[in-house]
């Protein structure tokens, strides 16, 4: 029997087994025209058409994989809501069998030194700015946005997560910071226009250090910003903050460790830091087609794998955050200012570098709705220091934290003032500009 025969045969029994496998979604395939698997009963909210028999074959044998590859092809293509296919395959229950185990320990050990990260940088970062630009805010941030209402456009949202970041690191003028992982350099430029800080920012995408130098220059911060050309293990100084913002999905569990030391290295006594990354609520691998065509070695670690970057070095977690339902809503404006720009992306990469990334950001929207990945904030500083923020009221009002306790607290002053009204102390605003009367509830 020829293989056309044999999948006309085979195929449509093996794509209801596969719905019946996903919880029947409503979903239709459509076979080159010719023929249709649906779930029975549903509306479909999309349908995936099939435009041959060999990729029908192809995603028969790896539909995780191929999926991506067929799509970008054009041999595959989806009718319909996009989003939604991929959230309600994503959201499926998965059976993982020892196959699938053996080979995502394998995908583990790939390597991640430095001529693997620079590499990987290239691979993403490096396709161009121009082709950011397309898609991007205007101060090209490429991470998680915080949406202080959902209604927030992405512009405003990308400008509340710097300010976010910043206020958590109790930022105060004069102090020095070391980021890891730069981007374009919009969190360096702002934590040093608005809380008055110098940075040494650290980052192996060329393309992306160049254009963030040229904007410190445009924007008369050159002097109080510096952007390195290089690896995060060659982080040196001491610093007084340290932050790394999108770096740790590329720097694979293996070496958590070693950057932990870094930062042990390099922070103050009193220094405090902030490490934001894309992670799971499970261990667990990215999606194979995401990381071996958008992601090389990318890894989205849980809090337990991240805890290897602390525990070991001396560093205490003061606060984690969970930011998922943020970075779902970053990655639909991504994604809708992508497909409005389309005709220009195309133009600049070709269809086939079109359709990766628009599928990649459609997966990326579809796994944060789904919940099958989450975005951690966590703070840190020395174990043993003792400069910690009262509460959290300093993130959302803008005013400087009240660290504490105060120099030569003890017993006394809490039986002193238990009972009392809340105690008013003055403490300088973040930017320097006055005091600010933050009340700090009695003991």
């Known amino acids: 029997m020829d293989l056309a025969s044999s999948v006309d045969r085979v195929g449509p029994p093996l794509l209801r087994t596969l719905l019946r496998r996903l ?61 939604g296919a991929l959230r309600l395959a994503f959201g499926a229950p998965k059976r993982a069998g020892p196959a699938a185990r053996l080979l995502d320990e394998l995908r583990r050990l790939g390597p991640h030194d430095r001529a693997h990260a620079r590499s990987s940088a290239h691979h993403h970062y490096d396709v161009g700015n121009e082709f950011y630009k397309l898609w991007l805010d205007e101060r090209m941030i490429y991470t998680c946005a915080y949406f202080a209402s959902p209604d927030d ?29 730069a981007g ?17 920012a650290w980052n192996v995408s060329r393309e992306q250090v160049l254009y963030a130098r040229e904007r410190a ?48 290295r390099v922070l103050t006594p009193e220094g405090r830091g902030l490490v934001h990354s894309i992670g799971r609520a499970r261990a667990g691998r990215l999606n194979r087609w ?12 849980t809090l337990r794998e991240m805890m290897e970057i602390f525990e070991p070095n001396g560093l205490a977690v003061l606060d984690v955050e969970n930011l998922r339902r943020h970075y779902a809503l970053t990655a639909r404006h991504w994604l809708a200012r992508f497909r409005a ?26 796994s944060f709705e789904a919940a099958t990945i989450e975005l951690f904030q966590v703070v840190f500083n020395r ?15 803008g005013e400087a934290p009240a660290l504490g306790p105060p120099a030569g607290w003890g ?20 930017d320097g500009s006055g005091d600010a009367r933050v009340p700090v509830p009695a003991t």
């Open 383 to 397: 174990v043993g220091a003792d400069r910690v923020p009262w509460s959290r009221a300093h993130l959302y009002t």
């Open 184 to 200: 374009w350099g919009a969190l360096a430029l702002h934590m040093a226009r608005y809380h008055g800080v110098r940075v040494r």
């Open 23 to 83: 919880g029947d979604p409503p979903i239709r395939f459509s076979l080159w025209g010719v023929a249709e698997v649906v779930a029975e009963g549903r509306a479909p909210l999309a349908t995936i058409a099939l435009h041959d028999r060999r990729a029908l074959a192809l995603f028969l044998a790896d539909p995780e994989y191929q999926f991506g590859e067929l799509f970008v092809a054009g041999r595959l293509t989806v009718e319909g809501d996009l989003v």
């Open 341 to 366: 720009a389309r005709p220009a992306i195309e133009a600049l990469v070709g269809p086939e570098r079109t359709r990766t990334w628009e599928l990649y950001l459609a997966g990326t929207t579809a």
């Open 217 to 264: 220059e445009k924007e008369g911060l050159a002097g109080r910003v510096e952007f390195i050309e290089d690896d995060y293990r060659n982080v040196h100084g001491r610093c007084d903050a340290f932050v790394s913002v999108g770096m740790l999905e590329h720097v694979g569990p293996e070496c958590y460790r070693a950057l932990g030391g870094v930062i042990s």
């Open 153 to 181: 456009g992405l512009e405003e949202a990308q400008v509340a997560k710097l300010e976010h970041v910043c206020r958590k690191l109790a930022l105060r003028r004069g102090e020095l910071v070391f980021e890891a992982g």
């Open 290 to 301: 995401t990381e071996r065509r958008v992601f090389p070695g990318a890894h989205a670690p």
């Open 411 to 430: 017993p006394g002053d809490c039986a002193a003032s238990a009972g009392g009204d809340a105690e008013i102390r003055r403490v300088a605003r973040a």
